[in-house]
């Protein structure tokens, strides 16, 4: 079967460009996200122990399924990273890791990992450089600034992630991506499975 590369959007616009964005967007519609064939970029996020690390040392000779989301007080993202608990056991056993970036606080992701029953790695992007490298970031509306600012402890105040779903192979370089502009789309578990038994 050959090689399966989809990218999903659930909108009816087309993202345009394929750099990263040197201003937010005021918007999600406007994202400049990163395109399959693309490596994924030099940079650094932090662990639950508050250390930075590499994402591309993550991922280095390792397929990854790699997840972006808003944050634990979004109740989207926890059904969301909840559903590939679920899939997590099959997911490895077709060879890949699961790594969840979002803008919280590395304390914050502890809870999230309690109250969510979760396994697999969560790290913070709580600087949002991570998320501007990807093309996936926006300007946060105002009524979710209380939010993000508790979620980081102070330190995101003005971006938030599209939720974004991409899976790399052991070179780093995307060979699939969901996005969806609508916080409330979400890839479903079934749609995942499919792309992970397709992926070679």
């Not at 991570?130 to 979620?151: Q, V």
Request: aromatic residues 12%; hydrophobic residues 35%.
């Amino acid at each position: 079967m050959k090689k399966f590369f989809l990218t999903l959007y659930f909108t009816c616009f087309t993202f345009l460009g394929i750099t990263a964005q040197s201003e937010l967007p005021n918007n999600p519609q406007d994202i400049s996200p990163l395109l399959i064939g693309e490596k994924i970029p030099t940079m650094t996020i932090q662990g639950l122990d508050s250390k930075m690390v590499s994402l591309q040392e993550l991922t280095k000779n390792k397929k990854t399924v790699l997840v972006f989301y808003r944050g634990g007080w979004c109740p989207y993202c926890n059904l969301h990273l909840k559903a590939l608990a679920e899939l997590e056991s099959e997911i490895l056993k077709k060879g890949y890791q699961i790594i969840a970036i979002s803008p919280d606080s590395p304390n914050e992701l502890k809870n999230t990992i309690t109250n969510d029953k979760i396994n697999y790695s969560l790290y913070s992007d709580s600087s949002g450089e991570l998320s501007r490298a990807f093309g996936i970031a926006y300007k946060a509306p105002e009524n979710y600034k209380p939010y993000i600012s508790k979620g980081s402890e102070g330190k995101n105040t003005d971006f938030l992630p599209v939720p974004s779903l991409f899976i790399l192979n052991n070179q780093s370089e995307i060979i699939f991506e969901y996005l969806s502009p609508n916080y409330k789309n979400r890839i479903s578990k079934e749609l995942l499975q499919s792309v992970i038994k397709t992926l070679k």
